[in-house]
């Protein structure tokens, strides 16, 4: 799969594409649905599929004091779209130019002449242009004025419930991962590079590979049972702290991630972290000897719910 931006020219071979359009932010249940739809059409008429996204996120944007909310990574997205079977991921680079554009403007500057959509698919809540003036009525019209033709895809449903990104947040900040996993057909995930740090865990018997949590949405703090991957394609099994280690001074959010039966060196490696269950919250100990009484039943317990 091939990763554009709108600072260069669609390749000519990938012009006339069916275009899924959306942040799809945590590629979930309905995300999955509107790039389904533009894949489908794009093979049933012989065109390339794209999926154009945005970054940053408009609401970081606009809104740059807004607490951590991110579900996923360009390089995350960029990874489910190839594996939904896109042919391109296109990023629209979110800026001034692009925040001002009017919704004639972003369909002809941005849709036509960057792209080159012969269609576009977008989910029912999309909107676009300057003050958000645009919505899918809008883009219908200006497919038919512009020579391109627009769709939509209805919300998906889980267990009578609206598929959402907001949703899915809900269920994280709740301690719920099983739940949102449910929505995003797989586990919440956090990527990135492993770094050092007071080797406090090894000294108790649980070396952990740390990390930041970055631009992340913050999940609820405590005691995870994780999945870590690493860049070789290994599956570690393993028990995680997420959150600022009460115990200790001074306070530093990190997610550590002990994984068992396993010994090596990931320092500067690139992992990802999956949140499957939710074991407890965080808690400050009066002594080492308690907090290691009480990581031997939390391991117990995340090898436990890994089986499950």
């Given at each position: 799969m091939?990763?554009?931006?709108s600072?260069?020219?669609?390749?000519?071979?990938?012009?006339?594409a069916?275009?899924a359009?959306g942040n799809f932010d945590?590629?979930?249940?309905?995300h999955?649905?509107?790039?389904?739809?533009?894949?489908?059409r794009?093979?049933a008429e012989g065109?390339?599929a794209?999926v154009a996204t945005?970054?940053p996120?408009?609401?970081r944007?606009?809104r740059?004091?807004?607490p951590?909310?991110?579900?996923t990574?360009?390089?995350?997205?960029?990874?489910?779209?190839a594996a939904?079977?896109?042919d391109a991921?296109?990023?629209?680079?979110?800026d001034?130019g692009?925040?001002?554009?009017?919704?004639?403007g972003?369909a002809?500057?941005?849709?036509?002449?960057?792209?080159g959509?012969?269609?576009v698919?977008?989910g029912?809540d999309?909107?676009?242009?300057k003050?958000r003036?645009?919505?899918?009525?809008?883009?219908?019209?200006?497919g038919a004025?512009l020579?391109f033709t627009?769709?939509?895809v209805?919300p998906?449903?889980?267990?009578?419930e609206?598929v959402s990104s907001?949703r899915?947040?809900?269920h994280?900040?709740e301690?719920?991962?099983r739940?949102?996993?449910?929505?995003?057909?797989?586990p919440?995930?956090i990527?990135?590079?492993v770094?050092g740090?007071?080797?406090?865990g090894?000294?108790l018997?649980y070396?952990t590979?740390?990390?930041?949590?970055?631009n992340?949405l913050r999940p609820?703090y405590?005691i995870?049972?994780?999945?870590?991957r690493?860049p070789?394609g290994?599956?570690?099994?393993g028990?995680?702290?997420?959150g600022i280690?009460?115990?200790?001074?001074p306070?530093?959010?990190?997610?550590e991630?002990?994984?068992?039966d396993?010994?090596?060196?990931?320092?500067?490696?690139?992992l990802?972290?999956?949140?499957?269950?939710y074991?407890r919250a965080?808690a400050?100990?009066?002594?080492?000897d308690?907090?290691?009484?009480?990581?031997?039943q939390?391991a117990a317990k995340a090898?436990?719910?890994l089986r499950?």
């Amino acid at each position: 799969m091939q990763r554009l931006d709108s600072g260069s020219p669609v390749p000519a071979p990938l012009r006339g594409a069916i275009v899924a359009l959306g942040n799809f932010d945590g590629f979930h249940l309905g995300h999955q649905a509107v790039v389904g739809r533009a894949i489908a059409r794009a093979r049933a008429e012989g065109r390339p599929a794209i999926v154009a996204t945005f970054d940053p996120h408009p609401q970081r944007y606009f809104r740059p004091d807004s607490p951590h909310f991110r579900l996923t990574t360009l390089d995350q997205r960029a990874a489910l779209f190839a594996a939904a079977g896109a042919d391109a991921m296109f990023v629209f680079r979110f800026d001034a130019g692009l925040a001002g554009l009017s919704a004639q403007g972003f369909a002809q500057a941005q849709l036509v002449e960057a792209i080159g959509a012969a269609g576009v698919v977008t989910g029912g809540d999309f909107t676009f242009g300057k003050g958000r003036e645009g919505d899918t009525a809008r883009l219908a019209a200006l497919g038919a004025e512009l020579g391109f033709t627009a769709d939509v895809v209805a919300p998906v449903t889980l267990n009578g419930e609206t598929v959402s990104s907001s949703r899915i947040r809900e269920h994280l900040h709740e301690g719920r991962p099983r739940d949102a996993a449910a929505m995003l057909t797989r586990p919440f995930a956090i990527a990135g590079e492993v770094i050092g740090g007071d080797r406090r865990g090894r000294e108790l018997g649980y070396p952990t590979a740390n990390m930041r949590l970055a631009n992340y949405l913050r999940p609820a703090y405590g005691i995870y049972a994780v999945r870590g991957r690493l860049p070789d394609g290994r599956v570690l099994d393993g028990v995680a702290n997420l959150g600022i280690r009460p115990t200790f001074d001074p306070p530093v959010e990190l997610l550590e991630s002990f994984f068992f039966d396993f010994s090596g060196d990931l320092y500067g490696q690139m992992l990802e972290v999956e949140l499957v269950d939710y074991l407890r919250a965080e808690a400050k100990f009066d002594s080492l000897d308690a907090l290691v009484v009480q990581m031997d039943q939390d391991a117990a317990k995340a090898r436990a719910a890994l089986r499950a």
